[in-house]
């Protein structure tokens, strides 16, 4: 959502003393870089409420009035965690005779209770609640935020519980939200569900309070009900990179250096695909839990000898280290990619091989679908179960867009829409039997 917004002219609310905000939320950049802001109302500078992440990666939750706020709930907890969903839930009611229970915070279903600040509102306190209403952006225009957002509810009048927006799953016990919680939303409440690519404001609460959007809004099938795979925001080398797009883009700048995914499998068979933007060198592939532990200062394959595989785009070599020996790069084995190119990318991780593809065309006459055989395949040395594997870039002085399954790469969508055997994801090419889009619910049945 970065320099992007949503935004609606709000009228004469139902309640200034009451209100509920529940939204989904997976962060991408961390930091000064991710500390745009969720939800404003904006009356003016002077009186407004808004929630939003911190430079030090608190939740800071504010009501002001006349430049004061008197209502306020700054988090000790802080939040990094750039693979994860997070469902946050406000509830403001003044008219509670506890001063404690007149602003509340909770994270995934729990009621947060350490605060650095904490100002309670006076009993029967007035906040400004009507002027502009602001999803992603500070409501003069700046601040924006990086991230997804899912599941958007805003009561007007109503003081809600998380119990109303989200259950734990029975199997898992995971918090997952409610796709049509019983909510009575007030006159200026609103739902976004940003289930419709051509209006993503659309409002789904009855009351038709559509919200107009300024910049590029990208829909992505990455829910809190199915977390997909992106860029590792805190990885060992993040700093070294800009991510953008959902982290699923990085630039990294002259040295080489290496980036891995978010989500790690042990056995089963995934796939997912990579553009490069020409310049200079990039490669893309997999590598184990424990090449990564080891804080590489450079490209895959070098120095470290943990299991790490990945094709040069620019020059069609596969870089690899195995458990036995490091600083090794094969022959020329594949094709080289331009930038108008699609790498994809396959591991077997039962039979021990990997594939690449370019444009949808398997390299060295692969066939994903061999098996033991592993036609055209790259083997894998070590023995494949012993680790975790993820996605890997590694890149100097470049940059590159990945497509986890999520149907962009970028800001641009694919022109295909190619979902795997069990119906998951949005990819450009043709995903081979029997693999897989890394995404939560194949890593429960797959993984």
């Keep these: 959502m970065a320099s992007t917004k949503l935004s609606r002219t709000a009228g004469t609310p139902t309640s200034n003393k009451t209100f509920t905000i529940s939204y989904w939320v997976k962060r991408s950049n961390i930091g000064s870089a991710g500390n745009g802001h969720i939800f404003d109302t904006f009356v003016d500078s002077s009186n407004r409420s808004q929630i939003h992440f911190d430079d030090d990666n608190v939740i800071d939750f504010r009501l002001a009035v006349s430049g004061t706020n008197i209502g306020r709930l700054k988090t000790n907890r802080v939040f990094r965690d750039t693979s994860a969903w997070y469902h946050i839930v406000a509830s403001v009611d003044t008219t509670l005779g506890t001063a404690d229970d007149r602003v509340k915070l909770y994270i995934n279903g729990v009621q947060e209770t350490s605060f650095s600040t904490r100002v309670n509102p006076s009993i029967n306190a007035d906040f400004p609640m009507g002027g502009t209403h602001t999803l992603g952006a500070y409501g003069g225009g700046s601040n924006y935020f990086d991230g997804t ?31 049509a919680p019983s909510v009575t939303y007030g006159t200026n409440g609103f739902f976004l569900k940003f289930e419709n690519s051509g209006a993503m404001g659309t409002d789904s609460s009855g009351n038709s309070n559509t919200f107009t959007v300024s910049g590029t809004l990208t829909q992505n099938v990455d829910t809190p009900s199915n977390n997909f795979n992106t860029l590792n925001g805190i990885g060992v080398r993040a700093s070294n990179f800009t991510l953008s797009n959902g982290n699923s883009s990085a630039t990294c700048g002259a ?32 590598t184990s839990t424990n090449f990564m532990s080891k804080v590489p200062t450079s490209y895959v394959g070098h120095t470290i000898t943990e299991p790490s595989y990945a094709l040069g785009l620019n020059d069609a070599k596969v870089y690899y280290s195995t458990s036995s020996s490091a600083t090794q790069d094969s022959a020329v084995w594949g094709n080289t990619l331009t930038s108008s190119d699609i790498l994809g990318c396959a591991i077997d991780i039962d039979n021990g091989k990997l594939y690449w593809s370019k444009n949808g ?69 043709d995903v081979p039997a029997n693999y897989r889009v890394l995404c939560t619910k194949n890593i429960k049945d797959y993984g």
């Design 149 to 179: 957002l899912s599941h958007f509810h805003f009561t007007d009048g109503y003081a809600y519980t998380p119990s109303t927006f989200g259950e734990s799953d029975s199997t898992s016990g995971i918090w997952k939200p409610k796709t």
């Design 255 to 286: 040295d080489w250096e290496t980036l891995e995914g978010t989500l790690g499998v042990n056995k089963g068979k995934w796939y997912y695909e990579a553009k490069w933007n020409g310049s200079n060198y990039f490669m893309a592939g997999w």
């Design 361 to 429: 065309v398997w390299m060295n006459s692969g066939d994903p679908t061999s098996g033991a055989t592993g036609t055209g395949a790259y083997s894998i040395t070590d023995t494949a179960t012993n680790y975790f594997w993820q996605p890997v870039m590694g890149c100097y002085n470049s940059a590159g867009n990945f497509n986890f399954g999520q149907g962009y790469f970028g800001t641009t969508a694919v022109a295909s829409a190619n979902a795997d055997d069990g119906g998951l994801g949005i990819m450009e090419y």
